[in-house]
C-alpha cells in the first residue's frame, strides 16, 4: 500500500511533476522492487510501485548497482536452500524502470554483502561476502552484464567465539579503502577486520595481515572518511566500525604500510554507544542490534555518521506513516553523529577524532536493515525489514538533522533487505 504525505498517490498519474528518480527495493520474499520516487509542484511527494521481478529468488539480501552501464546485481541469501545465488539485470531507462534478467547463477551459501571494483582497462570485478564464511570474487563483463567466478577465499576459525553468534567466521561487508588499494571484510563472527590488497594489473586479490576488534564485539559494517590536507596540517585516512553484537562505533586511524604490505588500524577515539545515549532506557537498549552505517556531508563542510538500530524500539507512540492511519506505531531508531572538520595531533603524533551524538530519530518502523541516503544528501530511505516497509525521510543538508515523520513510504513488501537510489553520475577507476 503507498502512502505519501498528504495522500496525493492517487493524482500521480495525471499531477506533473518537479522531480523524479528511481528506487530500487530488495526483499527476502525473493521481489526486487522498481519504485519512482516524486516531487510534485506543491512539494508533496509520492512512491509509486512501477515494476517487480522475482528473478533474485528465493531471499533477496543485498543491491548493488553498476550507473554507467545501466547494470543491477542482486545476491540471493538462500536462507531456505542450500546454496545462494547472484543475478544480474539490465535497467530499463523507460518509463517504468523494469529489470531485464541477464544472468543467474548459484553460488557459495549466504551472500549478503558486495563491491564493485576496476582496473586501469576497465576490467570490473565483483567482490562478495558470505556470511557462511567466504569471500568471492566475479568477473563482469559490464556491456553483457554477464559474470565468471573468479577467485574464493574460505575462512576458518581455531575455536568458537565468546558470543553464540560466533560460532564460525561471518564475513558481512566488502568495502573499498581511500586509495582503492585493499578491500576490508569486517568479520562478525571471528572478531576481525579481514584486509585484502587488490593486484592493480590482475586484479587478484592476496590477503594481508587481519586486523583484530575486541571479542565479542561483531564487527559488521564500516566507512571510511579521509580528512583533507591543509598548509598546517597533512590529511588523514579514518575508518568507523560499527559492531552488531557490542553495539558500538569504534574509529580508527589508517596507516598504508610500505610495499602493500597492508594496512594499519590505530584506535583514534573512544567507542561510543551507536544509540547515542545512556539516558534512552537502558532495558530496551540491551537488545540493540546496529545494522548499517553511512558517512554523510552537510553544507557548511561537516562530516557525520549515520547508523540504524534495530531491536530497541525507543520510540513507542509515533505518528503513522501511513496519513490514512492514525494508529500510532513503534519504531527503532535512526542516530546521528557529528565528526569533527579536522584532525589534531595528540601528543604521541597520533591523530585524533571525537565523535559527537547530534540526534536520534524514528525509522519509521522495525529492523531497518538498512538505508541509503540520495546523492544530494537530503533524503533517506529507510528499508524496515520485520515492518514490510520502506519510508523516506528528509535530511536537513545544513545541520544533517533528519526529520521526525517519513514524507512518503509503500507497505506490504515483506522482509525488506536493500535499498538503492538511482541517481547518481558514473564514476572512473578501481573501486568506483
Given at each position: ?10 493524482l ?14 530488495s526483499s ?11 516531487k ?42 542450500a ?5 544480474s539485470?539490465?535497467?530499463d ?6 529489470l ?8 557459495p ?29 566475479y ?70 595481515p ?23 596540517k ?23 604500510l610500505p ?31 546496529p ?16 547508523v ?5 524500539t ?41 565523535i ?47 526529520g ?6 509503500f ?22
Amino acid at each position: 500500500m503507498i502512502f505519501t504525505s498528504q495522500a496525493l498517490f492517487a493524482l500521480a498519474a495525471t499531477t506533473s511533476t518537479i522531480s523524479a528518480t528511481k528506487l530500487y527495493v530488495s526483499s527476502y520474499t525473493g521481489n526486487i522492487t522498481t519504485f519512482d520516487f516524486t516531487k510534485t509542484p506543491n512539494a508533496t511527494y509520492n512512491l509509486a510501485r512501477l515494476d517487480t521481478t522475482t528473478g533474485c529468488s528465493p531471499n533477496a539480501s543485498w543491491l548493488q548497482i553498476d550507473v554507467k552501464h545501466r547494470n543491477l546485481f542482486c545476491l540471493d541469501e538462500g536462507i531456505i536452500v542450500a546454496n545462494g545465488s547472484l543475478t544480474s539485470f539490465k535497467i530499463d531507462d523507460g518509463e517504468n524502470g523494469a529489470l531485464k534478467l541477464m544472468k543467474h547463477a548459484a553460488v557459495p551459501a549466504a551472500p549478503v554483502n558486495s563491491a564493485l571494483y576496476y582496473g586501469p582497462n576497465g576490467t570490473q570485478l565483483l567482490a562478495v561476502a558470505h556470511y557462511t564464511h567466504a569471500l568471492t570474487t566475479y568477473t563482469i563483463n559490464p556491456v553483457a552484464a554477464s559474470f565468471v567466478p573468479f577467485q574464493t577465499f574460505n575462512f576458518t576459525m581455531e575455536k568458537p567465539g565468546p558470543k553464540p553468534q560466533q560460532a564460525a567466521p561471518h564475513p558481512h561487508q566488502v568495502v573499498i579503502d581511500p586509495q582503492k588499494k585493499y578491500l576490508i571484510i569486517p568479520d562478525l563472527g571471528a572478531d576481525l577486520l579481514r584486509i585484502f590488497y587488490i593486484n592493480p594489473t590482475t586484479l587478484q586479490l592476496s590477503e594481508r595481515p587481519s586486523i583484530p576488534v575486541e571479542k565479542g564485539s561483531g564487527p559488521r559494517h564500516g566507512v571510511f572518511h579521509t580528512t583533507r590536507r591543509t598548509v598546517n596540517k597533512r590529511g588523514a585516512t579514518h575508518y568507523y566500525l560499527l559492531t552488531e553484537i557490542s553495539s558500538k562505533i569504534i574509529g580508527y586511524n589508517v596507516t598504508y604500510l610500505p610495499n602493500n604490505g597492508g594496512l594499519q588500524f590505530t584506535p583514534s577515539v573512544s567507542p561510543v554507544l551507536a544509540y547515542t545515549t545512556s539516558a534512552l532506557n537502558a532495558t530496551i537498549a540491551a537488545g540493540n542490534a546496529p545494522a548499517e552505517i553511512a558517512l554523510a556531508q552537510t553544507n557548511t563542510g561537516g562530516n557525520q555518521l549515520i547508523v540504524s538500530n534495530r531491536n530497541a524500539t525507543f520510540f513507542s507512540d509515533i505518528k503513522n506513516p501511513d496519513p490514512a492511519n492514525s494508529t500510532t506505531i513503534i519504531s527503532d531508531s535512526l542516530a546521528t553523529f557529528e565528526l569533527p572538520k579536522s584532525s589534531r595531533t595528540n601528543s604521541s603524533g597520533t591523530q585524533e577524532q571525537q565523535i559527537k551524538s547530534l540526534a536520534i530519530t524514528p525509522a519509521g518502523g522495525l529492523f531497518p536493515r538498512h538505508f541509503a541516503l540520495n546523492a544530494r544528501g537530503d533524503k533517506i530511505a529507510v528499508g524496515l525489514q520485520r515492518s514490510g516497509r520502506v519510508v523516506v525521510y528528509e535530511r536537513c543538508t545544513d545541520t544533517g538533522v533528519i526529520g521526525k515523520d517519513p514524507v512518503v513510504g509503500f507497505e506490504g513488501l515483506g522482509e525488506v533487505s536493500s535499498i538503492v537510489w538511482d541517481d547518481r553520475k558514473p564514476k572512473l577507476g578501481l573501486g568506483a
